[in-house]
């Protein structure tokens, strides 16, 4: 089947815009979650979601928000973009959020760079 | 707060060698801990999972296990291959029930042919 899909790939951006990326989730997965990974602080958790409810944040400001919808497709949303957001977001699905045996699958990511 | 660091940062070795990747986490509360592998600019892969009441768990050429004691966790790799370049991180889970994770900074594994 098919794996997490993440659109777009690749995107550049100019700083103070705001950006969409989304994630569709392995099919049958119910729990959506966001990284950031940068050369500077790796990889950081930024928010999940399991049936349309964020279950839990990162330590990210309030500028970096997002949602799932009903179909367990996730969309992020970076507003008022700064160059240090310029990074390689990755989506994550899995079938149930909780218990430790949940595997979570990854996508490709998409790769952001901020001008 | 759970931090977790990997030794050494970057490895080179020749084709066929056994070789060990070291994970440390500084809250031996966990509930598991997953090695993953990353090739470059993809995402993760899911390598193995070990739940804190395991010492290991074997995959293959993979081998990974865990002291929750002492905060460590080794992933050695039997028999490399230039197949087996990529990046090595372990993670653990940043609360007791969700599997969102605190990452290590990674072990960037080079295998000469």
């Known amino acids: 089947k098919a794996g997490v899909t993440q659109t777009p790939r690749y995107l550049i951006k100019t700083r103070g815009q705001q950006v969409t990326l989304s994630c569709s989730p392995i099919?049958?997965?119910?729990?959506v979650s966001w990284y950031q990974q940068t050369p500077g602080q790796g990889l950081q958790f930024l928010f999940e979601?399991?049936?349309?409810?964020?279950?839990n944040k990162g330590n990210f400001p309030g500028r970096f928000s997002g949602r799932q919808f009903s179909n367990s497709r996730s969309e992020m949303n970076v507003s008022t973009l700064e160059l240090g957001d310029s990074a390689l977001y990755l989506c994550?699905?899995?079938?149930?959020?909780?218990?430790?045996?949940?595997?979570?699958?990854f996508g490709a990511g998409t790769r952001l760079s901020v001008l | 707060k759970q931090e977790v660091t990997q030794i050494p940062a970057a490895l080179s070795v020749p084709e066929g060698e056994n070789l060990v990747l070291n994970c440390s986490f500084t809250d031996s509360a966990i509930y598991n801990l997953q090695w993953f592998r990353q090739d470059p600019g993809k995402g993760l892969t899911s390598l193995l999972l070990i739940q804190s009441s395991q010492r290991e768990q074997t995959s293959g050429r993979l081998n990974a296990s865990l002291d929750k004691s002492s905060g460590r966790s080794t992933l050695y790799i039997a028999a490399s291959q230039p197949g087996d370049s990529a990046t090595y991180l372990c993670a653990v889970p940043l609360t007791s029930y969700g599997q969102n994770f605190v990452f290590g900074p990674g072990t960037r594994l080079s295998v000469l042919p």
């Open positions: 979601y399991f049936s349309e409810t964020q279950r």
């Open positions: 994550a699905s899995s079938l149930l959020p909780s218990g430790g045996s949940n595997i979570q699958y």
């Open positions: 099919s049958g997965h119910r729990s």
